[in-house]
T-cell receptor, first 115, second 112 residues
Framework: DTEVTQTPKHLVMGMTNKKSLKCEQH?????MYWYKQKAKKPPELMFV???????INESVPSRFSPECPNSSLLNLHLHALQPEDSALYLC??????????????FGPGTRLTVT | AQSVTQLGSHVSVSEGALVLLRCNYS??????LFWYVQYPNQGLQLLLKYTSAATLVKGINGFEAEFKKSETSFHLTKPSAHMSDAAEYFCAVKSNNNDMRFGAGTRLTVKP
């Protein structure tokens, strides 16, 4: 199984709502990532978890709160978002945080619209 | 710091023609380089990767890329384009933190 799954596929939320994005992988990977992708742009790194610990936070606003409950699951909690946060949110995983040789496997993404 | 530059934000070819998508890298250490493809409203799929084992790398869907250190390039090619190749293509390099740094992307259009 080389699949990263993400739910929901689409999400529309108001600026006062609280919602969560979920990502799951069962490949035994120990590094997991959140990326944000705006239309016609490359993915931009938001967070990296290595062995279930947050290792990189790319100066992301606190209205985005990541969580890694276990080695297979990654959540992104959303609160008080702005319309400019509307984007495709991609989750990825890779085998070993310490080994550069391994590629990242990407999920299909969650299309988020903030109204 | 590692980075990649993709030359040409949009490439258009006829079906059956050669596909050439350009990527140049900047790295102070031997780089790990990747090509990903993204179809509309989907995630990224790995086409191929360079990890110093061989300079000519073969990937999925008939794509290949050649690592040229003297030119700091890792261009993606396919001998004969198919309509299903129309997509966005990203070149990427592993950073010092082991995350991916992507180029700006090249949109490939295939004309019938």
């Amino acid at each position: 199984d080389t699949e990263v799954t993400q739910t929901p596929k689409h999400l529309v939320m108001g600026m006062t709502n609280k919602k969560s994005l979920k990502c799951e992988q069962h490949m035994g990977h120990r590094a997991m990532y959140w990326y944000k992708q705006k239309a016609k742009k490359p993915p931009e790194l938001m967070f990296v978890y290595s062995y279930e610990k947050l290792s990189i936070n790319e100066s992301v606003p606190s209205r985005f709160s990541p969580e890694c409950p276990n080695s297979s699951l990654l959540n992104l909690h959303l609160h008080a978002l702005q319309p400019e946060d509307s984007a495709l949110y991609l989750c990825a995983s890779s085998q070993d945080p310490g080994m550069f040789i391994y590629e990242q496997y990407f999920g299909p993404g969650t299309r988020l619209t903030v109204t | 710091a590692q980075s990649v530059t993709q030359l040409g934000s949009h490439v258009s070819v006829s079906e059956g023609a050669l596909v050439l998508l350009r990527c140049n890298y900047s790295s102070s250490v031997p780089p790990y380089l990747f090509w990903y493809v993204q179809y509309p409203n989907q995630g990224l799929q790995l086409l191929l990767k360079y990890t110093s084992a061989a300079t000519l790398v073969k990937g999925i869907n008939g794509f290949e890329a050649e690592f040229k250190k003297s030119e700091t390039s890792f261009h993606l090619t396919k001998p004969s384009a198919h309509m299903s190749d129309a997509a966005e293509y990203f070149c990427a390099v592993k950073s010092n933190n082991n995350d991916m740094r992507f180029g700006a992307g090249t949109r490939l259009t295939v004309k019938p």
